[in-house]
């Protein structure tokens, strides 16, 4: 039990929050969006556990691993080093051995979709690519929007367990999952750009790669800032989207009221956070990402399903 406890807190499972909601809002917008033709989207229990399932299979995957990738470097970092790993409270085997199962728990979720095969298709070139942001940091100083890629495709396999082979035969389809998609990949592109400034000075020492680095922090602040306006601006547009592509959506006022919720937010986020005081930076990560993550997919059903 102790193991299990240090495992859950090593890979922050309660962060699991952050991309789930937009992966449930996903899949109630694919569950009430029209369908062109004979085909029909039901709901069904079964494929609302799945998305849970593979989304904290995923997440804890991901998350293990990277600890597994970098309790070296986590180490050297006065931040990191009294992570589990690099503190000696878990064995790299034990870790391993949970990557593992939440690897193959990720796998059995994406089965439960069947006979739609396209998630557990996907499944395997989903997992290599958050896997991958592990190393990113190693080569390059764009791992922040890597991370914001891994996931943004939450929501949109959400959208294709969900809606299966009509993303197939009408590939516009798609656009509302891949609006939302890189509104998520922008906001945590952001967000982690502002999370990285506090080993702006251990990344500089270790030659490691990110937009602090290559920026300086009040270069990582701006452009951080600018992805979030730009994600402002993709939550704006998805509405509107079925005018010009893919199915209408029903969100409505309570949706667009919790856009300038999260607008009010973000720009709160930004104040508390400079480039000579970060000591703000953990509220900004995780209370008000968490606000937004889940008033948005509050709001969003809310219009979907009740108004």
Known sequence: MKTLTNILEMIRFSHTIFALPFALLAAVMAWTAPVTGDAEIQFHWLHLVA???CMVGARS??????????????????????RHLPAGKL??????????????VF????AMFLPNYLPLVLSVPVLIILLGYSYT?????????WLGMALMLAPICAWIAIRGLVVIAQPEDLAPAVVLGLAVMFWVAGFDMIYACQDYEYDVEKKLNSVPVMLGIGGALKLAAVCHAIMLGLL?????????????LGLGYVYGL????????????????????LTRVNIA???????????LFVAGTVDLLWL
């Open 51 to 53: 998305i849970v399932i």
């Open 61 to 82: 995957a991901a998350m293990a691993f990277n600890r597994l990738v970098d309790r070296f470097i986590d180490a050297q970092n006065p931040r990191t080093a009294d």
């Open 91 to 104: 064995s790299v085997t034990s870790v391993w051995l949970f990557t593992l199962a939440s690897s193959i």
């Open 107 to 110: 796998f059995l979720g994406n």
């Open 137 to 145: 940091k190693r080569f390059t100083a764009l791992a922040h929007f």
């Open 236 to 248: 704006v547009l998805l509405p509107l989207l079925g005018q010009w592509c893919g199915p209408a």
């Open 258 to 277: 919790a856009v300038l919720v999260v607008a009010g937010l973000l720009i709160y986020e930004h104040s508390i956070v400079r480039a000579d005081d």
């Open 285 to 295: 990560f995780f209370n008000v990402n968490s606000i937004v993550s889940i008033g």
